[in-house]
């Protein structure tokens, strides 16, 4: 396989008083226009599963969905 360069879209947040107005569309539009100026040729974005609107954004951005990574986390007890 050819290796492709790829960028990263993890998180994105707007605040509760702004949400609604296009922000967050505007924000991941800019990062796709950078990563493409930049030569990647692939964009990956990485979604809180219970982010419904976000991953809504994303799947009309024309970003499809891929294996899903799941994190495990245990609380312990601070050492003594």
Do not use: C
């Not at 990563?35 to 990956?44: P, T, V, W, Y």
């Amino acid at each position: 396989p050819v290796p492709t360069m790829a960028a990263n879209s993890e998180l994105a947040g707007v605040l509760p008083e702004y949400r609604g107005q296009g922000l967050a569309t505007w924000l991941k539009l800019l990062g796709i226009r950078y990563a493409q100026s930049h030569g990647n040729l692939e964009i990956r974005a990485v979604n809180d599963s219970g982010n419904t609107a976000l991953l809504a954004l994303n799947a009309n951005l024309g970003f499809k969905r891929r294996g899903a990574a799941i994190r495990f986390v245990k609380q312990v007890e601070e050492a003594l």
